[in-house]
């Protein structure tokens, strides 16, 4: 873990003058900034900060509060149950999520976990697990569907964020595709990996960019610009992307599965002729968003 994502129960907050403790106009940023100690009583952050880090009193550990800021703390004391940070300081922002939604064919339950976590680190807004032709029924018994909050959590850690994505089950594919994904779908555009697909990712984002550039360029024209806003051509190609990715299991969608996506106004997309696993095809895909 890259960091140590607390709770905010784990924080004591010391206001700069204890005056202003009491003052209703204290301003948010400051309450939310000025903390002097944290205790981590998590079993498994003690192991990682004993064991992994060798950390003693007097390091500095990088921290994050649930759901707020990212920070340091030094640590203060060690004890057997728990470890208490002191000269805590959280006042960096964590980073910005995708504007992304990934619709998932529940998987494997061993991969399950792998997925969780990679989405999260990659900053996907909001994932939806679906149940779909190649998904056996057994994967929705599978005691990881209790544990996706733990997940979570390792793939904040990993990528230094403290904001979760938000995690969806639909276990009937049809009633979901038909009466609720139109309204995922109407913050923009969307895409369902099929590999069969007669138009390739490759050439389906290149006319996205294409579109969104030359639109870019009518505003620089429009708005009397005489340099190149390269800042501003990289937000519109951003802004063009699909906000959707819907990506089966192992072995893929059905055909069945792809015509209803793509009633609903999803392209089918190609990645290419090489057949992925589900890991790869996920991180392949989502690498598209970070650029």
């Not at 204290?26 to 990682?48: E, N």
């Not at 893929?252 to 990645?271: H, N």
Request: aromatic share 4%; charged share 20%.
């Amino acid at each position: 873990m890259n960091c140590l994502l607390l709770p905010e129960s784990a924080f004591t907050p010391s206001y700069p003058d204890p005056l202003l403790a009491s003052d209703r106009h204290l301003a948010d940023d400051t309450r939310a900034h000025a903390y002097c100690q944290a205790k981590i009583t998590d079993t498994q952050q003690l192991a990682h900060i004993k064991d992994v880090l060798g950390a003693k009193v007097g390091d500095t550990l990088k921290i994050g509060q649930k759901n707020g800021n990212l920070g340091s703390g030094v640590i203060g004391s060690i004890r057997a149950g728990s470890i208490t940070l002191v000269d805590v300081a959280l006042n960096t922002a964590p980073p910005s999520k995708l504007e992304l939604t990934i619709v998932l064919a529940v998987p494997r339950p061993k991969v399950l976990r792998r997925l969780i976590m990679d989405m999260t680190a990659l900053g996907v807004k909001h994932i939806i697990l679906v149940n779909s032709y190649r998904s056996q029924k057994s994967y929705w018994q599978s005691p990881l569907l209790q544990r996706l909050d733990e997940f979570v959590v390792e793939g904040l850690q990993q990528a230094c964020d403290t904001v979760a994505p938000s995690i969806t089950l639909k276990k009937r594919f049809k009633p979901f595709v038909e009466d609720e994904l139109a309204e995922h779908c109407k913050a923009g555009k969307a895409i369902v990996a099929h590999p069969y697909a007669p138009l390739s990712l490759r050439d389906y984002l290149s006319s996205i960019e294409d579109t969104a550039l030359t639109k870019s360029h009518r505003s620089l024209a429009l708005e009397a610009r005489l340099e190149d806003d390269q800042e501003s051509r990289q937000q519109s190609v951003k802004r063009a992307l699909p906000t959707l990715i819907c990506i089966g299991a192992e072995g893929g969608w059905i055909d069945y599965e792809v015509e209803l996506l793509q009633a609903q106004g999803c392209q089918p997309v190609s990645m290419g002729a090489r057949i992925l696993r589900t890991e790869a095809a996920v991180n392949a895909l989502i690498g598209q968003w970070l650029v």
